[in-house]
């Protein structure tokens, strides 16, 4: 289904709807996302993502990634994160990255660096999913 969709969207106007965001993020120019019936965000996958969840870093190093997203989890526990294999990835910290990075540092990984990294729409909804806004 997926490649007749991309065979056919630029020829002509396609809708989609779905919950399969990394199906989304690939096939659409233009995303709405609703919220209990009513339009929360809309445009081009990127900048919904980013209007949704600002922020994303990827967090390099080469030590215990496991108890380092433990307690990154639980000092922010608004955020999304997971291990990866360079380390992790976080998004959704109210924190900037020189505040994330000494954070960090203070867990006792001096190897640990921090880049910012754009936000997926799969990590985006995830993030919205996680913090529900009571009103729009």
């Known amino acids: 289904l997926a490649q007749i969709i991309q065979d056919e969207i630029h020829k002509r106007a396609v809708f989609i709807s779905s919950h399969r965001m990394e199906l989304v993020e690939r096939l659409c120019n233009e995303v709405i996302v609703l919220d209990h019936g009513a339009v929360r965000c809309c445009g081009e996958p990127a900048d919904v993502a980013r209007e949704l969840c600002s922020n994303g870093f990827n967090i390099l190093t080469e030590g215990d990634t496991g108890e380092m997203l ?8 608004e955020s999304v994160s997971y291990a990866t294999s360079f380390g992790g990835y976080v998004c959704g910290v109210n924190a900037q990255q020189d505040e994330l990075l000494q954070f960090l540092n203070e867990l006792g990984d001096n190897t640990v660096s ?10 985006a909804m995830h993030f919205l999913l996680k913090n529900p806004v009571k009103s729009i």
């Open 70 to 77: 433990a307690a990154l989890a639980n000092r922010h526990p």
């Open 114 to 123: 921090i880049e910012k990294a754009a936000v997926s729409l799969v990590d």
